[in-house]
């Protein structure tokens, strides 16, 4: 499968794109991922996911009218940065990693931690607990402060995680 580039980004959609990520992460965060100057393209996935390519390369998703980094920008991003103190965060023990990785939603008992920010319905980005690595983005079905101290539950929706289509298409 290959990524069609269906249009470009106007300079205004960019800049909403950046203020988006700097409520998200903050604004020193939103302009690692993304700048003015930088060339964004559309790209559709299938009928209800678009990739937005940053320079040609992949770096967001977006559904409907969410829009959050990928997996492999997550990635990337935590080569140089500490992801320990980014929002949104939901930390999972290493038994849940192989179960993710094959596309299963987080179930509260496998997480470790999480950012209490996190709201219901909130995009989140999970990371393993022993070297803080991306593995996935999903949808919040609890709070965080629920996700820490609930036994047991679906806790995130699984939306794209490392070694799905998305990620070969993008990684590969």
Partial sequence: MELKVKHP???KEIKEII???????GEELARKMLNKKDRVE????????EILLVNGRPFFIRRKDLIFPL???????SN????????????VDAGAVPFIIKGADVMAAGITDADEGIREGDFVFVVEEDYGRPLAIGIALM???AMKEKPKGKAVKNIHHAKDKIWELTVG
Avoid at 42 to 49: G, M, S
Avoid at 71 to 77: D, N, T
């Fill in 9 to 11: 980004l106007s300079k």
């Fill in 143 to 145: 709070d965080g402060k």
């Fill in 19 to 25: 203020r988006e990520m700097s409520e998200i992460f």
């Fill in 80 to 91: 140089e940065e500490d992801l320990r103190t980014w929002p949104r965060r939901v930390v």
């Fill in 42 to 49: 559309v790209a559709e996935f299938d009928k209800t996911t």
């Fill in 71 to 77: 997996v492999i920008a997550l990635y990337e991003l």
